[in-house]
């Protein structure tokens, strides 16, 4: 039963600040690159940063440069996003998952990731 499991979703005011946690079950997630992508009803799933297995490179999408930062925790076996200034745009399921490809090329591309989690909700609402 080999899992990656989002957590730490939920529901926060415009402007404020929530950390995702990707955690893996039977497998070692440092041995990959993992993705975070979100995904709001009716849309395409967004890429919005990655770090490569190492932890030494990281990408993120212009939309969130500057409000979210993405990071490993290897004695936790974890990926985490933190998310500050928060905004309603930013309202979708997050999701991580781990990449076919530890490099930077096609980040953002869905098809490039072979292992995805199930999901946490965040919602930025007054």
């Known amino acids: 039963q080999v899992q990656l499991v989002e957590s730490g979703g939920g529901l926060v005011q415009p402007g404020g600040s929530l950390r995702l946690s990707c955690a893996a079950s039977g497998f070692t997630l440092r041995f990959y690159g993992i993705g975070w992508f979100r995904q709001a009803p009716g849309k395409e799933r967004e890429g919005i940063s990655f770090?490569?297995?190492?932890?030494?490179?990281?990408y993120s999408a212009a939309s969130v440069l500057g409000r979210f930062t993405i990071s490993r925790n290897n004695a936790k076996n974890t990926v985490d996003l933190q998310m500050n200034s928060l905004k309603p745009e930013d309202t979708a399921v997050y999701y991580c998952?781990?990449?076919?490809?530890?490099?930077?090329?096609?980040?953002?591309?869905?098809?490039?990731?072979?292992?995805w989690g199930q999901g946490t909700q965040v919602t930025v609402s007054s």
């Open positions: 998952a781990t990449k076919r490809r530890d490099h930077g090329l096609e980040w953002a591309v869905a098809n490039e990731y072979d292992r």
């Open positions: 770090i490569t297995s190492d932890g030494y490179r990281t």
